[in-house]
């Protein structure tokens, strides 16, 4: 089964990053080959698996600006299946600089299309917003999954975040699919929590994963130690959601 | 003493929205003639007023790319002496529209300018990252606050964001200051809120606010009642730390 996924949503702090880290590294511990691109400028994937993105000279900006050749921007993590595509604040000048460029929307896919035998899941981490670099993720992902923080705020931008995604569908990836809908920060104690995931549920109802991230502290801390939280704390209830929904996805990678 | 504030972080989810919408209302209950300006596509800041953006035709958009004079899209709100200048998702076209304007950064400053002498405090509320949307915001503003999250991910990014607001003064707004940065979602109960909130004070010693924002329910609760925190739960811990935020302020403007 060989998938692209993009983990996008424009509202700010929802925990894309910590997802994208987080999934891809359960999925590589099962052996299975993944590959993580940190398509954010603000790079906290990449310092979230510890490498220092101010001392990186290539970088996936290269590649997609400087045609520099993928396999020499592949870097090695602490988890032998999982590798990682770094990025840095370079990153920021491609948002303007791609704006006059003929296939603006589709040089990650055709960065990527030569690794596509390599690796059976690539997990994308796409910023805050749903500009250029969000959208070259989403042309060229198989599917997206949106998480969603169980706040007032997140519920707001969807719809604009659904319509983007059904753009692209019709101009730019028509296999384009909605991978799930991820509630993350799930606070027990509060009844915001349960308030925004009961509308989430009425409004997406089989689409959102059956797994649900719980706030955990540590899921806060591992990326000060630059590990993934199955290497940081593989005992925790935030290692013990991500490894959920790691097996949620690899059963949904059967279906098809 | 009249002041422009910036309330910007491309960091995601720091708290800059809860921020601008509190820290504005807390000052006008004190009858200071207070604008919040929702310079957001995701126009959270509309929304936590209480108004929905998709119902508005003429927003900030309209005034700055369309000339509609400014006074046509200030709203009144529940509180006598807040005003607001609402958005909504039009404002994503400004980013790219903006591009190959001549004086694009300085739009939003002299949009405002004719609004300087009806508000003591404008407060402008930013989106999650430093394109042309906050960099006209920086251009208009005398000074900026700078949330931070108490988490490790919030530290990566401020050397890019110092970065862009040296490029401002140099450049754009020689007389923008830094106001101060403000602790948010501080959580006493765990260690990472602590050692976070340690390493700001001691890198940015005296430029950080007394006032530290706790985590704190209300908060998040009140933007789905669609009003701010002074008027949903005047009493709670959250109201608390803003209205002692907008007393540090309002402090600040008196020394200069
Ligand atoms: N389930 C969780 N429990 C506790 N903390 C979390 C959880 N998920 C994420 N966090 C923390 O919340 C903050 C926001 O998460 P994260 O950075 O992953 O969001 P994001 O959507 O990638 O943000 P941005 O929009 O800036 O890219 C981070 O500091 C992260 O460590
Ligand atoms: N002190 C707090 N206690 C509890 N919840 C908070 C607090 N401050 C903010 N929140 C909640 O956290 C979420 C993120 O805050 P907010 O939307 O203000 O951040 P932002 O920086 O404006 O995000 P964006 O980058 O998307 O613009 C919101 O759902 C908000 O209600
Ligand atoms: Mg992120
Ligand atoms: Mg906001």
Redesign the pocket.
């Known amino acids: 089964m060989r998938k692209i996924i993009a983990i996008a ?1 424009q ?10 880290v987080n999934l891809s590294s359960c999925i590589s511990v099962a052996e299975i080959n993944t590959l993580l691109v940190d398509m ?1 400028p ?1 790079a ?1 994937a990449t310092s979230g698996l510890g490498i220092d993105p101010r001392k990186l000279e290539k970088t996936i900006y290269e590649s997609l600006m400087e045609n520099l050749d993928i396999n020499e921007i592949i870097h090695t993590t602490e988890i032998p299946f999982l590798k990682l595509i770094p990025s840095n604040i370079r990153l920021v000048g491609a948002e303007v600089e791609l704006v006059n460029i003929e296939s603006r929307e589709k040089m990650l896919r055709s960065a990527l299309s030569s690794l596509k035998d390599e690796f059976e899941y690539i997990i994308i ?4 917003s749903l500009g250029l670099l969000t959208l070259n993720s989403l042309t060229a992902a198989d599917s997206v999954m949106i ?1 969603i923080q169980c706040e007032y705020y997140a519920l707001e931008g969807l719809s604009h975040l659904l319509n983007t995604i059904r753009l692209v569908q019709k101009h730019l990836n028509p296999n384009l699919k909605v991978e799930g809908i991820l509630l ?3 606070d027990r104690r509060l009844n915001l929590s349960k308030q925004v995931s009961d509308e989430v549920k009425s409004y997406f109802q089989s689409r959102v994963f059956d797994t649900c ?5 540590r ?2 801390e ?2 000060s130690h630059g590990k993934p939280i199955v290497l940081f704390d593989a005992v925790s209830i ?1 290692c013990e ?1 991500y490894m959920s929904l790691a097996k949620e996805i690899l059963n949904n990678g059967k279906e098809t």
Chains 1, 2 share one sequence.
């Open positions: 949503n509202k700010g702090g929802v925990g894309k990053t910590t997802t994208a954010d603000q906290n981490d796409c910023p805050p998480p993350t920060m799930y991230i719980h706030r955990n502290v899921l806060g591992a990326p935030g959601n």
